[in-house]
């Protein structure tokens, strides 16, 4: 029996569909950049696609929220008004891992609520999401299982996977199946190919262990008893305050607002830029006080932000268990080390 829902490509016809796709759309998908570092890039065939990749240096997220976007543009000697700028344009992104996913449904959660943030919805409405399942744990650092992201969920588009010689790909969106009907490369699944899906889902659910001795569910529990904990002080003497741990990570969503106007102060722009609540000014306010001065409590509200907060306001996590902010960091702070070092202190 044919499934409308899903699809099945046959490997060697990847290369033909990545080719037609990127003469039809913009196209970006994840690319080697030598020493096991991948970054998401425009790309025009198959051949440029890491396929098995662990988590890009960036996450997708600079596709909807760009490192630096101007807002809006004046000009005086043309008149008075100042013109809002949308900087977007229609693509697609291939090969975004379900965690990668998760944290681009973090972001819709932020920026859909009031006030809407217009220059972000515009740009999701705008970028297609072709989804790609990770067949075996990444590496050490990534903590997906813990957080539910292993599997795909929603939010994507298409959403394939390898299963030998072809990929299943479930359609899940009305532009998927469009993206489908016009690469024409693809064939209806049947039963067997199904039944090789629910096969390989249950090995992969047996593979990917819970990486920390907890279920997710007390985590804001072990939340709401770690505000005073010693491991925070050991973070205060080990972090550089680089900033590097936000600037990768899929759900920091901050930006700072600049302006910049001409000599003549009759022209200039406004525009924003990704901020991070681990450098130091971030806090600083009229006065120069800092509400949160030291890096202990800098650190301590990146964690809050990720685990408990955010389960309070949208009721899901903010960690999507990427694993970037642990692998970036230079001081060695690793997110799935300060857990099991709390989970420890709260234990005692
Ligand atoms: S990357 Fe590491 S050193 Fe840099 S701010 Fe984050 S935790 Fe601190
Ligand atoms: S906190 Fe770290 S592991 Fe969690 S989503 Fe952010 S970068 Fe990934």
Known sequence: MPDNQYAILK???LNSFISTLSKLNKLAAPVSRGYNNYSFEEV?????????????????????????????????????????VTESEEMILF???????????????????????HNYLIRRQNIKIIGLECNEYCDEFANCRLMDTHLPDCGYDLFFTDLGDYFIVHINT???????????????????????????????????????????????DLF?????????????????????????????????IKDEINLFLTAGKRYRVWDSCQLDPFAKVAGGKNFRKARKERQRHRY????????????????????????????????????????ETWIK
Request: hydrophobic residues 35%.
């Open 44 to 84: 025009n065939s198959g051949d440029e696609i890491a396929l098995k990749y662990i988590p890009t240096i960036l996450p997708p997220k600079k596709y909807f929220m760009p490192v630096h976007e101007t807002l809006l543009e004046y000009d005086i000697s043309k008149g008075l008004n100042a013109d809002a």
């Open 95 to 117: 090969g975004v891992h379900t965690c990668d996913i998760a944290g681009i449904q973090c972001l819709n959660m932020v920026f859909s609520e009031h006030p809407e943030d």
């Open 174 to 220: 009305r532009a998927g199946e469009e993206i489908i009907e016009n690469a024409g490369f693809f064939k209806s699944a049947q039963t067997r190919h199904l039944n090789e899906l629910a096969s390989f889902r249950e090995k992969k659910r047996a593979l990917f262990k819970i990486e920390l001795p907890i279920e997710s569910k007390f985590i804001p």
């Open 11 to 13: 490997k060697e016809e």
């Open 304 to 343: 809050y932000r990720k685990f408990r907060y955010s389960v309070d306001r949208f009721s899901r996590f903010f960690c999507t268990g990427c694993g970037r902010c642990s692998r970036t960091c230079m001081a060695g702070i690793r997110l799935k080390e300060t857990l099991k070092s709390l989970i």
């Open 224 to 256: 709401d008893r770690s505000f005073e904990s010693k491991v925070w002080d050991d973070l205060d003497e080990r972090c550089l305050a680089c900033g590097n741990c936000t600037t990768v990570c899929p759900t920091c969503y901050c930006f700072d």
